[in-house]
């Protein structure tokens, strides 16, 4: 009771407070040690909320070049009004064989990111600022369509996957076609996939044609079923999830899920100090591995 | 290979070895009056089984009204007491997990029980017939449609079985007389697995029967795909009349359904015999499968336009009957609570009405000076309510008398919530206001822009509530506005909240998902018309009625539909959930529960008049007004 009318009226030494901790979060970079103390840490109650991310990207070890292409952007404005953490994380895939793989996957996060940012430009970066008419899942699969029309129309024959996550608040909305994957890991090692591969291999095996084991050996494990770019129609995955709390976002090409197993990506990320280290020993599990695709990694915390 | 069907009197599996005959003696049956645990009372012997007898039974926990549950009865002839303890072990388990299985198409369970040497299973009682009778009694051959509608519905009820974690259960006994076609004309499984427990003293786990089981269930393997071979086989029964009991073991492929009848589509038959494929591996890999090729099926045929678009016979108030029904003097708009036995709901008559929830007798009722739509709320032993006479009034729960009132400047139609010690609603004066609840005293006051008729939902800190203008606010505690949110008409609809999200709905024929940090849409989803309905969640799923007459499933994550369901007028009542059920009013004067996951109605109770209010129910109960002046309660 007494914590309500704290919260009701306030009282000029409990407001007092907050500030200086928030004053004293701000003093950025922070430095890895820092960051730790801040994650491992006993939460403090009054921190800004805030998006950290990190990338890992690499050619691999058996391809010439890389038709993986990757987009991540994270925004904290705060100041009187509370923060809202706003991110966009894209992982494109193009499609191996086709000639125009690499112009696909580039153009998917380019369009994607694009449209995405202008849609949210006059709520970010606008005095007053504005809420947009669509919904999030509206914004998020439009700029897909257009992506996909423009590959199309551009780059005819090639195609490529889209995994993208917008990060709004407490919430990510994700658009995904194909078989790169966004996972929501947890510190207790838990790691749930949140995509659905579009995949020959998962469907057979979503249909009880293939055994966990033959999963595994699958000659065609590359093959797709959906793909931007490809098909007259195009259906994309649309969905929103709560943002893995006390866990981590995970964008990953298969370059990477395919190559290093979910319990060797849960030790490195727990092991790691910072994201961009523990993105960095995934891109190396994955070489170690054999390299045989273009590998690439995104990870995003919400911190505070 | 001798013919036997363990749903004769004579059973194989009697006394463990030796001969069948003259047991059946021993094991008396219950006669008609027996009452069971105190509370089910035998009424007529449905059914003789291997295992014991299936009684009709009444449910005396309901005394003024007549609930009806099948008692199933399985008798323990283990001579061994250990084995006998472990029999009734196993029985216990077995029906904690058929508790847990909640499907259109399987029985819902009550309760169990042992005592003695014998031990009980109370569940649904079906009406209706099995598929075996309804085989026997068709004139000629069953219509294609009818057939390809039930198989999809018995696939997609083994789906969810093989489906079940971590162990699929099988049902090892699919043949028409363990399908049940009720008087909706949805099937429903009966003779579940239960019963196997009890049978001791079998070389191997051989169960089924002969006819409809596959060559390796011979073998004592219980697979998925054996349920397979049971459904293709129970198919091919229902479509060529022809008994498979009567036929020598595996001959299907020697009586092809249409060389029997001509009526039947090449398509159906090809699923026919693949199911009833001699090797399992050539059979469909999984009965989510068999559904998917039958759903083809349909396709081509037509049948499924016809199967969807018929929306299933009719059933006229199938013979629900209300525990108890309350007249009052002028129409019902508004929703009841429920608190200690005692039913409190508001009336245009003006009086706040108290009934006891059991008999529906009258308690007392409070007048104010305006009607009452909007819905009490018990704290404390006082009854918080709002009325058309521009007031919060609180009154004892108990004895109806007032304790104090708080003057708004305009009429109040929003139904108070009361969190922290504090009251919150809305007024036609378009401001919120937050009440201290032990003083009466206003704390503070949020004018907006538009009436407030929806109930705020207080969460995350915070209070969210629509108003008629089409904004939607999201407050701290203190009063002070975080975010707004406009939708393009009127928010009467009252928000509920998921952890971060929040779901409501708009008369601009949108149902919104809005992040509870910052108000942003999430995702909408368009409905046919506006509605001022409330939503309600359960698992992954959003529900709301509209003014298109249609109730509404929406996906929470994809904002994809799952399924819709239509009444013959606007829908402004909230859907309620319950159990499996789904519990929603239309103006068509209707009371509809529907199968939450396929929307598929289950009964529906007509009242005189339109129902606007939302249901409760508690304890199997459902209680609601009607604009006809009457309060209903009816068995959920």
Redesign the interface.
């Known amino acids: ?1 007494a914590d ?1 009318f704290r ?4 009282s000029k030494e409990e407001t007092t407070k907050p500030k200086e901790l928030v004053d004293a979060a701000t003093t950025a970079p922070l430095t890895d040690q820092q960051l730790h103390s801040i994650i491992s840490g006993q939460a403090p109650k009054y921190e800004i909320k805030q998006l950290i991310a990190s990338v890992g990207q690499s050619v691999g070890k058996q391809r010439d070049h890389n038709e993986d292409s990757v987009l991540a952007l994270t925004t904290t404005i705060s100041g009187s009004v ?1 923060s ?1 953490p706003f991110g966009l994380y894209v992982v494109a895939d193009g499609m191996g064989g086709h000639q125009f793989g690499e112009v696909a996957s580039n153009a998917a996060i380019r369009i994607v990111g694009g449209k995405i940012v202008e849609k949210f430009h006059s709520y970010l970066y606008k005095i007053p600022t504005q ?1 947009l008419q ?5 914004v998020m699969e439009e700029s897909i369509m257009e992506a996909h029309q423009y590959i199309q129309r551009e780059a005819p024959g090639s195609g490529t996957t889209i995994t993208a996550a917008l990060v ?4 990510v ?1 994700i658009g995904h076609v194909g078989d790169s994957r966004a996972y929501a890991v947890f510190p207790d090692g838990r790691m749930d996939p949140l995509t659905r591969d579009h995949s020959l291999v998962k469907r057979l095996e979503e ?3 293939l055994s966990k084991d033959e999963v595994e050996t699958f000659p065609h494990r590359n093959v797709l079923i959906r793909a931007l770019g490809q098909g007259e129609t195009l259906e994309a ?6 943002f893995p709390q006390s866990g981590y976002l995970m964008i990953c090409s298969d370059g990477l899920w395919g190559v290093v197993n979910e319990k060797d990506v849960v030790r490195i990320i727990g092991e790691s100090p910072n994201l961009h280290r523990a993105c960095q020993a995934m891109v190396e599990a994955a070489n170690a591995a054999g390299g045989p695709d273009n590998i690439t990694v995104i990870l995003a915390q919400i911190i505070g | 290979m001798e013919t036997r069907n363990i749903t004769s009197p004579i059973g194989p599996f009697d006394s463990g070895k030796g001969s069948g005959s003259g047991d059946q003696q021993g094991r008396q049956q219950l006669m008609p009056g027996v009452t069971l645990v105190n509370r089910y009372t035998i009424q007529d012997v449905i059914g003789v089984g291997g295992m014991g007898s299936v009684y009709r039974a009444r449910d005396m926990h309901f005394p003024n009204v007549v609930k009806l549950v099948a008692v199933k009865e399985m008798i323990n002839m283990a001579p061994d007491p250990l084995v006998r303890q472990t029999i009734v072990q196993n029985f216990e388990r077995e029906a904690n997990l058929l508790a847990t299985l909640h499907h259109p198409s399987i029985p819902r369970i009550y309760d169990y029980f042992s005592h003695d040497d014998r031990s009980y299973l109370v569940l649904e009682f079906v009406v209706g017939k099995d598929l075996e009778t309804v085989i026997n009694d068709a004139n000629g051959f069953l219509a294609e449609d009818q057939v390809i509608g039930w198989a999809i519905q018995l696939c997609d009820v083994l789906e969810y079985l093989h489906g079940h974690k971590p162990d699929p259960i099988i049902f090892r006994d699919m043949k028409p007389s363990n399908v049940m076609i009720n008087q909706n004309g949805d099937v429903v499984l009966v003779d579940f697995g239960i019963a196997k427990t009890f049978q001791t003293g079998i070389k191997g786990t051989m169960i089924g029967t002969e006819g409809y089981s596959p060559p390796e269930q011979y073998r004592g393997d219980a697979t998925p795909l054996a349920d397979v071979y049971a459904l293709g086989a129970t198919l091919h029964h229902a479509l060529t009349r022809r008994d498979p009991r009567l036929e020598p073991p595996f001959t299907f492929a020697e009586r092809p359904v249409r060389r029997i009848n001509s009526n039947v589509s090449m398509e159906l038959e090809a699923v026919v015999n693949t199911a009833l494929q001699y090797n399992p591996s050539e059979r469909f890999p999984a009965a989510s499968a068999m559904k998917k090729s039958l759903m083809d099926v349909a396709k081509k045929t037509g049948a499924l336009s016809s199967l969807a678009s018929a929306s299933l016979p009719t059933p006229v108030n199938s013979g629900v009957k209300p525990i108890w029904d309350f007249k009052c003097e002028d129409e019902i708009r508004g929703t009841p609570a429920l608190s200690q036995g005692t039913l409190y709901i508001g009336c245009y008559d003006n009086n706040l009405y108290a009934l006891n929830a059991a008999d529906g007798k009258f308690q007392w009722k409070y007048p104010t000076d305006g009607g009452i739509v909007s819905r009490p709320l018990i704290y404390e032993n006082n009854v918080f309510f709002c009325s058309e006479d521009q007031c919060l009034h609180v009154i004892g729960a108990r004895t109806g008398k007032l304790l104090w009132t708080y003057p708004t400047e305009g009429r109040v139609y929003s139904s108070p919530r009361i969190s922290d010690g504090h009251i919150f609603f809305g007024s036609d004066d378009q401001s919120l206001h937050a009440v201290n609840v032990n003083s009466g005293r206003a704390v503070w006051k949020f004018a907006t822009d538009g009436e407030i008729h929806s109930t705020p939902l207080v969460a995350n800190e915070m209070v969210y509530f629509g108003n008629e203008n089409g904004s939607f606010y999201g407050l701290d505690f203190r009063g002070g506005l975080k975010w707004r949110f406009q939708a393009k008409r009127g928010m009467t609809s009252s928000a509920i909240s998921d952890g971060p999200v929040l779901y409501t709905a708009s008369l601009d024929s949108t149902l919104y998902a809005l992040d509870a940090k910052s108000g942003w849409a999430i995702w909408k989803f368009r409905l046919g018309k506006g509605t001022i309905s409330s939503p309600a969640m359960v698992d992954d799923f959003i529900f709301i009625g509209a003014a298109d007459g249609f109730v509404y499933c929406v996906n929470a994550r994809t904002a994809k539909e799952v399924w819709r369901f239509k009444t013959d007028n606007q829908v402004s009542s909230s859907p309620t959930i319950y159990k499996d059920s789904l519990y929603i009013g239309s103006v068509d004067g209707f009371m509809y529960c529907l199968e939450y996951r396929t929307g598929r109605l289950r009964w529906k109770f007509e009242a005189q008049s339109a129902i606007t209010g939302s249901p409760v129910v508690f304890d199997d109960i459902v209680y609601f007004g009607s604009t006809d002046h009457h309060v209903y309660a009816l068995f959920a």
């Not at chain 1, 919260?7 to 306030?10: A, C, I, N, S």
């Not at chain 1, 709004?168 to 919430?171: A, P, V």
């Open positions: 009771m309500f919260k009701l009226f306030g509370e809202v809420s669509e919904s999030l899942q509206e709004l608040g407490q919430q909305t249909l009880g044609h995955d649309i969905f929103t999830v709560p």
